[in-house]
């Protein structure tokens, strides 16, 4: 249970980087970080979050649905 709260809060915070994002580019203030900064902190979070899932199928704390309907 704990995997899938770290993988949701993880999620969480990567849509959280795209909004911050967003936000940069509508204001274009040059004294603020750059908008790359959060995508690529969001970037960075997708593939952690894919190798955590990787790694969970492998190990067996979570499983695929059989059947997808």
Known sequence: MLFKIVIVAMLAFMVYN??????????NDPNK?????????RLMLSVA????????LL?????????PY
Do not use: C, E
């Open 59 to 67: 190990t067996g704390l979570i499983t695929p649905n059989p059947q």
């Open 18 to 27: 795209l909004f911050r994002a967003l936000l940069l580019m509508n204001k």
């Open 49 to 56: 979050i894919v190798v955590l899932l990787l790694i969970g």
């Open 33 to 41: 970080p750059s908008m790359s900064k959060y995508i690529g902190r």
